[in-house]
Structures are given as C-alpha cells and as structure tokens.
C-alpha cells in the first residue's frame, strides 16, 4: 500500500525547464516500480518514463527521450522528473503511479496513482 503525493508543477515559457517531484508513504516504496503519465485535455492518460524499485533500468516515451529524465530517491520514498527543453506540448496534467513492472507502459499496469500536477508550457 503507498499514498502518492506530485508536486512541483507550474507555469513555464517554451525552452524552460522544471522538475516534479513524487513524495510515497509507506516502508516498502524501494519494491515498487515507479512511472510518470501525463494528460491533456481531450487526450488519454499517456506513459511518459518509468524506473523499477532498483532504479537501475529506465524507460521513455520514444519522443521524449533526450528531454526527460526520471530518477528516484529509495531513502527517501520520492520519484523525480527532471523536465528540460520544454515545448507547449507538453502542456498536462502529470500523474506518478506505482506498480508491480517498470516495463508496462500502459495505465492498467499500475495500480496507485497519485492526485497530478498541472503543467502549463507558454509559446
């Protein structure tokens, strides 16, 4: 069981950088895979990157690779994504989620999700 908390959304111009943050309760954080999803408005939930517990393998949405980076911190239950190059289309809503397998890259294979951070990129 985890309770997920995001936070570090906001509003930034195109070419910006931000970094989220994903605070996890719980003493078993460092067995979950952790991921990051993202939705914009009229669109569905889509995978952004993922890391298992060990943190030593990652995944990225192919276009997002060289932008994003996705990290975690197991001594102090939080999950990071560093955000650079910024583009108004990544404009969304940003949602951590936590789950059995950081290879699935779909929405059903996590099972706690926390409440999202709203990001706004201005051209």
């Known amino acids: 069981q985890v309770q997920l908390v995001e936070s570090g959304g906001g509003v930034v111009q195109a070419g910006g950088s931000l970094r989220l943050s994903c605070a996890a309760s719980g003493r078993t954080f460092s067995t979950y895979a952790m991921a990051w999803f993202r939705q914009a408005p009229g669109n569905e939930r889509d995978f952004v990157a993922s890391i298992p517990g060990s943190g030593n393998f990652v995944h990225y949405a192919d276009s997002l690779k060289g932008r994003f980076t996705i990290s975690r911190d197991n001594a102090e239950n939080t999950l990071y994504l560093q955000m650079n190059s910024l583009q108004p289309a990544d404009t969304a809503v940003y949602y951590c989620?936590?789950?059995?397998?950081?290879?699935?890259?779909?929405?059903?294979?996590?099972?706690?999700w926390g409440q999202g951070t709203q990001v706004t990129v201005s051209s």
């Open positions: 989620a936590a789950g059995s397998d950081a290879t699935n890259k779909r929405v059903y294979g996590y099972n706690y």
